[in-house]
């Protein structure tokens, strides 16, 4: 069992940075592979980003290619993401993942965080 907690959400303007940050508890951290996804109201749960056991590969949603970067800390148990030039519509939920494999399909991370709210106001 994994616990994930996520923080560093809020409220910022069009064009600014935030970072997220995830405190992975339970088992050894860096057995897992670790993502972000994001939901809108009424839409979908998105894939944002992914990062393997050992930071050295990773994934993008294509729209935030070049803005986002995912990183992580196995010393500290912990994954981010920072969040740069943020628009409007990236207004969601942010949610942290985490599974033995790394993938972009949500169905495939059986443990989640409660999520971090980010809005971004133009």
């Known amino acids: 069992q994994v616990q994930l907690l996520e923080s560093g959400g809020g409220l910022v303007q069009a064009g600014d940075s935030l970072r997220l940050s995830c405190a992975a508890s339970?088992?050894?951290?860096?057995?897992?592979?670790m993502a972000w996804f994001r939901q809108a109201p009424g839409k979908e749960r998105d894939f944002v980003a992914a990062?393997?056991?050992?930071?050295?590969?990773?994934d993008y949603n294509e729209s935030v290619k070049g803005r986002f970067t995912i990183a992580r800390d196995n010393a500290k148990n912990m994954v981010y993401l920072q969040m740069n030039s943020l628009k409007p519509e990236e207004t969601a939920v942010y949610y942290c993942?985490?599974?033995?494999?790394?993938?972009?399909?949500?169905?495939?991370?059986?443990?989640w965080g409660q999520g971090t709210q980010v809005t971004v106001f133009s």
């Open positions: 993942a985490a599974d033995s494999r790394s993938s972009l399909l949500r169905s495939m991370y059986n443990y």
């Open positions: 339970g088992r050894t951290f860096s057995n897992y592979a």
């Open positions: 990062i393997r056991w050992n930071g050295r590969s990773t």
